[in-house]
């Protein structure tokens, strides 16, 4: 178990953390002022504390889409120097709302969104209400109406030296948390199987330790009943999925080194044929694969320059011999570089890197050529993951006493916490 262990977390080492948290990015746009109203009561059939719940809802969704912050004061919102204003009223427990614009000028209402009066339930139709202006104002989709995967870890009741993990399942802002596999036992790194086109994911992959060895399995969204990926022997860890549902990258051992791996797939039928070895070095450890959104490269970490980066390579055709497969690195300003993410634009990879010997936060541009640092400050931060916009990111922290989920935009400077709740957060990914 200690080497099946070592093999999940080469590239996640835990470090003392430290209180506190500060988080500096480049703001790269400047953010645009929205005055968000009070929402109107017209008989909606629900109390005052309801509404305001509604509208913070709807404030932090435009507080960090990395466009616009709500304006804290009250009145007409072109004197208090708003670019954009929204005025939403609940009438019969509909809610409708309008929107304005000054540059370019934009008058448009949105009309009789059905709330229930459950506030798991109405924050989505906000979230869903959030996006929809934010297409109407930007011409481009909000990530308010989206889900993120991630696991919880406790210690196994009575036993401080055992520890579980399951993974669970919430909307962007840490709510509306709900647990999706029971096993007790062991469960890491998280992925959405990416659904049909136009549509939310039904199913996501996982690592579980049930068997006593780490297998991947296919889970339901629904309720959370898996069933083994493949039957192949030996340890499989670190799954990622093509944007087009056609390829599996893995991590196995089955060559008694941890190398990388492809299985064809195919989401209705599952795995198709055998999976091919695409990478290997003598003696090291490869880890945390990611795609590029085309599906043509993959990006993963090895340490077999002596010290764990980030390379990136095509995929190699079917019957590519291994001597013959080269990879590019890609990281190369800090010693540790490990657990990247593609942006679902291709133009860059964020990953985590040990700096002045701290875990932080950081991006590869491919526009620029550059590796940029975004996070500072003394927790360690890992595993980030991109919302569909490749404008926004959660990462983890790892704190023995609270290892937290946190939300971070590239326009904006700050990180806010999303998760709550008992138990280490962590493997956060992103539906897109």
Request: charged residues 20%.
């Amino acid at each position: 178990m200690k080497k099946i262990l070592f093999l999940l977390f080469a590239f996640t080492l835990p470090l003392t953390a430290q209180e506190g948290l500060v988080v500096q990015l480049r703001t790269d746009n400047q953010l645009l002022p929205l005055y968000l109203a009070p929402f109107k009561d017209q008989k909606s059939g629900f109390d005052r504390e309801y509404l305001k719940q509604l509208r913070e809802i709807m404030r932090f969704d435009f507080d960090y889409n990395g466009t616009t912050y709500t304006l804290q004061q009250e009145g007409n919102w072109q004197a208090l120097g708003a670019q954009f204003a929204i005025e939403a009223e609940i009438k019969d427990r509909k809610l409708s709302a309008l929107v304005y614009s000054l540059q370019p000028e934009i008058a448009k209402k949105v009309e009789d969104l059905q709330l229930t009066g459950q506030l798991s339930v109405d924050r989505k139709i906000i979230h869903q209400l959030s996006d929809t202006i934010h297409q109407t104002l930007f011409g481009t989709p909000g990530v308010a109406n989206t889900s993120i995967l991630y696991t919880v870890r406790y210690p196994e009741q009575g036993k401080t030296d055992q520890w579980k993990s399951e993974v669970w399942e919430a909307d962007y802002d840490g709510a509306n948390a709900r647990q999706l596999t029971h096993h007790s036992s062991y469960a890491v790194t998280p992925v959405f199987l990416p659904g049909d086109k136009g549509h939310h994911p039904t199913h996501f992959l996982y690592v579980g330790y049930s068997t006593g060895q780490p297998k991947i399995y296919v889970a339901s969204l629904h309720d959370g009943k898996s069933q083994r990926f493949s039957y192949m022997r030996g340890n499989q860890m670190m799954p990622a999925i093509s944007r087009q549902r056609n390829l599996v990258a893995f991590i196995s051992d089955i060559t008694t080194n941890p190398d990388l791996f492809l299985q064809p797939f195919d989401p209705k039928s599952g795995p198709v044929g055998k999976p091919q070895q695409i990478f290997h070095a003598h003696l090291k450890t490869q880890g945390t694969p990611t795609f590029s959104p085309d599906g043509k490269k993959i990006a993963f970490v090895s340490n077999k320059g002596g010290n764990p980066q980030v390379y990136v390579m095509p995929i190699p055709p079917q019957g590519a011999k291994l001597k013959d497969i080269q990879a590019k690195q890609l990281t190369r300003m800090n010693r540790e570089s490990t657990a990247p993410a593609w942006s679902p634009d291709g133009s860059k990879i964020s990953y985590c890197s040990k700096t002045d010997g701290v875990r932080q936060i950081w991006v590869y541009d491919f526009v620029r050529g550059v590796e940029r640092q975004l996070t500072h400050g003394p927790q360690n931060k890992e595993n980030p993951t991109w919302a569909a916009d490749s404008l926004h990111l959660i990462y983890n922290t790892t704190d023995p006493k609270s290892s937290e989920l946190y939300l971070v935009n590239l326009r904006q400077p700050e990180a806010v916490k999303i998760s709550s709740g008992s138990g280490e957060k962590h493997f956060p990914a992103w539906e897109s």
